[in-house]
């Protein structure tokens, strides 16, 4: 094998997806302001999403496999930490990580990140896009 | 203006979207064959998606405009019969038509289906084509 | 190579997109008549699209080579009589077949369907789809 | 459970996809034919693709489920079926209905609807669409 | 809530498009310059693109509402400022940035940013992505 | 022309494909080591995909043209270099590159950044995106 791919950072991305139930509430706010800032998505018998997630994980090529990860493995990592907890819940009553937090796209996009980085080797950096709908998404870290 | 599309019949079809949350439940059903029938898409607490809704509309070509319909007069009436009644809510809790019928992909296009046809002229023939998923889609009425 | 194929009726489908300039006006109705149907799309400077075309083609299986028709001859047809003379151009000022028919989306998808009709053996049925926008697309002939 | 949905006929559609490898040739046919006919596609050493495969199933609504047909088990009939025998192969050497049939969209589709067809309850029409590329693609039958 | 999500840096995104002719052209150049640099986008009678507008938008997680920024309010001002004045125009004679400035792609990307940069506060970052098609887009500030 | 655009940095994309097959596997391991790393992407016969190119080149907008580079010689550039050797290909019998390097989409895409490279002036920074499947792709260089 080539030793050509050797020491190269590649980023590695894989697309992932899970739909759930969501409402966006601050109960330290009043009603009134709960729907002023939350609109819509304040719906005291919540709304839903197919969300999109896409995981991107920065590392060298190893000269072995060619691979800087093994798809596979990054699949089934997100898929056990986060499809299995997310994937047809409804995130403010089932995950205890919004038990006191708003489980808004960036709120969602930070708390999978935090999940997954303490899951894969830390010389890996990761980020996290999350797509709430085709026109509206964020990426944590920012950069 | 030419006489070249009079009596030419053309479809035109027109996408919206909407976010809702459903559950997938029969209260004639135990809970055991609810749970066996309709999987993960029981949960109690709900899930949801992001539901792309197309509007397919069949007539002929009028020869003053080289319209079949007015699709902002069409996008209006998608909003005010649909969207306006289904996005960001809650199917089961919130739509009085899902009350007693189980929020299917297949029920939700005959629903949809029927406001629509009540709202347009029967002399236009339409058809509902709603994705729940990417990968998870229905047409009705068949052909 | 087996007779399997034979004689089956399969549709074939060829996506092909241009970009081009027009405005919806008819000269025989009023200016205030031609704003009140046609809204933004009357603007006397024109707007344009990116429009996505999608030519279906229905015979049978051929034995030999198991193709229904040679989709690089398909593509070298539209792309002959079709996108050399729409792509990159203004619909109504540089195309002779609307220099008196309002090139609305209905309009456009009758008059490729003409074009190419012409241009391709008669036991071969075909239909046009045409994307205006991701949102608004038509049909022709209806089915 | 309501009875609205009962006798309604819906069709549902299911999109699975798969990545294979493979060579459009006829062996009776000579070298130069088959390079006239066929071009990059007969490349002796194989080229491949990403298989995009939508199966719709037109049936009545079940008034006890609203579903035509579970989701779940359509997914699994493709996977155990077409997925598990087709997906990360080379169709000429690996799937024994191309060993003397040329695998072309149109034979793939029409093998695909073959072999389902005969896996599903007669009661339901059943049709293939398969996307070799995102601007090819074939439907089986065609109506 | 949870202070989780304090001084968390997330780039939010908000997907726009808008329909717009346009002509490439420098005056300062001969007719024969502007052919043999734009080619058919030099034609005299305008051409015209559904233009997809991605704006990025980076800044801290608010504590109180979980969000980076109102997504609602960042789409007002894109349509109020951007889709108002550009959508259904012809860039070179209804947009009077394009006065005297050739609307490349990389162009218009510069101008929206500059427009929309007065008009958001300046301790957030922002970035523009502009699809002119599928196939060639631009972001700006590169990064 | 305006002086407007001069000395902005701008990023320009541009999207190509093409249809490959390809094995995964390296000689210097045995068969049960290359089978329990690859998986299916290790059979022997091949498979293939559909694989979607971006090509990012960032730099400055020329005051003249208001381009960063003309998209028709990119295009070229990679018609000619990556798309005539890449396209319905083998990519371990028929590229010489993978030869003896394993045609992961991670050495892919560093290959093909290499051969740009070359071809581009140094004044341009290149990126390569590569999509093997909708859900797994990979960018390099990293950042």
């Known amino acids: 094998m080539s030793e050509k791919s050797r020491m190269k950072k590649v980023s590695v991305f ?3 997806h899970f739909n759930a139930a969501h409402r966006l509430h601050n109960p330290d ?3 009134t302001e ?3 800032i939350f609109g819509k998505c304040n719906n005291a018998n919540y ?3 197919n969300y999109d997630l896409t995981v991107k994980l920065m590392g060298e090529v190893d000269a072995t496999t060619g691979y800087v990860y093994d798809m596979k493995l990054l699949s089934d990592i997100i898929k056990e930490n986060i ?3 997310f994937d047809h819940k409804n995130l403010n009553l ?3 990580e919004f038990e006191s937090l708003n489980p808004t796209a960036e709120n969602i996009a930070i708390t999978i990140y935090e999940i997954l980085k303490s899951k894969i080797e830390p010389r890996y950096e990761i980020k996290i896009f999350l797509y709430e709908t085709e026109r509206n998404f964020v990426e944590y870290p920012a950069d």
Chains 1, 2, 3, 4, 5, 6 share one sequence.
């Open 34 to 36: 709960n729907v002023k």
């Open 29 to 31: 706010l009043s009603d």
């Open 83 to 85: 499809l299995d907890r």
């Open 47 to 49: 709304h839903g999403h």
């Open 94 to 96: 089932d995950v205890k």
């Open 14 to 16: 894989r697309k992932e």
